[in-house]
Nanobody, 128 residues
Framework: QVQLVESGGGLVQTGGSLRLSCVAS?????????????MGWFRQAPGKEREFVAA????????DYTDSVKGRFTVSRDNAKNTMYLQMNSLTPEDTAVYFC????????????????WGQGTQVTVSS
């Protein structure tokens, strides 16, 4: 089993920054190196569907971002700490949402249903 716990959300003004963290734990990592799992960040705004934000391969050698966050958000990971990060800069009210981290075995993906494990989400609110 895998548990993912996000943290780092909060209230920030337009133009501000936040860094989200996601810590992974569970017996699965006793059998499989976390570097075999791609990670993704997704978000869901009120009244909207969950959407892809960013993804990174297990080794960290490749990333992918949705167009609206390119140049502002940076995804990273520290496999030694089983931790993944989403650095968010130049935030706007359109970034307000609950942010979720997710893991999948194998290659990275933008597709929600490809991800097996999900965190509970952390709220990010950007005021104008």
């Amino acid at each position: 089993q895998v548990q993912l716990v996000e943290s780092g959300g909060g209230l920030v003004q337009t133009g501000g920054s936040l860094r989200l963290s996601c810590v992974a734990s569970g017996r699965t990592f006793g059998y499989y190196n976390i570097a075999r799992f791609a990670m993704g960040w997704f978000r869901q705004a009120p009244g909207k569907e969950r959407e892809f934000v960013a993804a990174m391969t297990g080794s960290g050698d490749s990333t992918d971002y949705t167009d609206s966050v390119k140049g502002r958000f940076t995804v990273s990971r520290d496999n030694a700490k089983n931790t993944m990060y989403l650095q968010m800069n130049s935030l706007t009210p359109e970034d307000t949402a609950v942010y979720f981290c997710a893991l999948k075995y194998g290659s990275r993906s933008q597709t929600i249903v490809d991800y097996t494990y999900w965190g509970q989400g952390t709220q990010v609110t950007v005021s104008s």
